[in-house]
């Protein structure tokens, strides 16, 4: 891949690259946001800022800038991992700490891309937490991410955060609108019926896909505090279609305020990167007994 110069007509880049230009660039960066692909460019553009000796960095041209380019600078050490939870796991975190503590191969930096690195689970976060509290001096971190929000307060404490921004390309990844609609849909239909199984049966579309349930939890808890406001006779055109309405009539305030409550703690849970399939089956426990 060719290293390319940093475009400063676009504000993030702008300011990374005069922090660059310092040459005080923070020891942990968080690039939020776009696709993973644009997320790895630009952090590989950084990273070769970092080990570049030329004069404009990353100047393209020093044997640095040519080994970057190439993917193959020693001290440029890319980790990459599925975007799952948990995928990011305790034990590579260690091994990256204890790499971080041996100085440099050629250049004066060492650089390390995280790439879903949002995917830790607390211990993990912990485990790099330590090392953002005192890196040695030639040590930077770029985590990569779609979104911040999965770190804990003091990872991103340590950290500067960037946000790249809603991806530029037309092939991302995320789910599309309907999906969403439709599975949120289906589990609050569930709630009206009064068998625990159909609600198992709609939140198994889950199961196996931890985005989709991320984009849909909010969807979810929408439709309940829609059928809320139809209780106070507050009601509003929705995308819902007549969904809210009919958990209005089948649910009492109490039971739409517990779901609302419920879809809170599984987004919490869900930030904490807790085990998925657990994650599935304890909405279907706390929606289910928000109903009896
Ligand atoms: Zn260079």
Redesign the pocket.
């Known amino acids: 891949m060719k290293i390319e110069p940093f475009n400063t007509e676009n504000p993030v880049e702008k300011s990374l690259f005069s922090a660059l230009c310092t040459r005080r660039f923070p020891h942990a960066v968080i690039l939020e946001g776009a696709s993973p692909d644009e997320r790895m460019k630009l952090a590989k553009k950084i990273a070769?800022a970092l080990v570049?000796?030329?004069a404009e960095?990353?100047?393209?041209?020093?044997p640095?800038?040519i080994k970057a380019a190439a993917d193959s600078h020693a001290d440029i050490l890319i980790h990459s991992v599925e975007d799952k939870p948990r995928a990011f796991k305790v034990g590579m975190v260690r091994d990256i700490r204890s790499n971080a503590y041996i100085v440099p191969n050629e250049a004066d930096r060492k650089v390390f891309i995280l790439e879903n690195s949002h995917t830790m689970g607390v211990e993990g976060q912990n485990a790099i937490l330590k090392i953002l509290e005192e890196p040695p001096s030639y040590v930077n971190f770029i985590l990569l991410c779609s979104s911040k929000s999965g770190f804990l307060p003091t990872v991103l404490s340590r950290s500067a955060v960037y946000n790249l921004g809603q991806s530029s390309s037309s092939d991302d990844d995320s789910v599309p609108r309907e999906k969403i609609l439709e599975a949120a849909k289906s589990v609050a239909l569930s709630l009206t019926s009064y068998s625990d199984y159909e609600t198992v049966r709609a939140a198994a579309v889950f199961e196996k896909d931890a985005k989709l349930l991320r984009e849909a939890l909010p969807v979810i808890q929408e439709i309940f505090a829609a059928a809320l406001r139809i209780k106070y006779n507050a009601a509003e055109e929705t995308e819902f279609d007549d969904i809210p309405s009919e958990l209005s009539q089948k649910l009492s305030r109490r039971s739409l305020l517990e779901l609302i409550e419920a879809a809170d703690t599984i987004m919490s849970s869900l930030k904490l990167n807790a085990n998925h399939n657990l994650t599935v089956t304890t909405l279907c426990t706390r929606f289910r007994r928000a109903v009896v």
């Open positions: 070769a570049c000796t030329g960095v990353p100047c393209g041209v020093c640095d800038c």
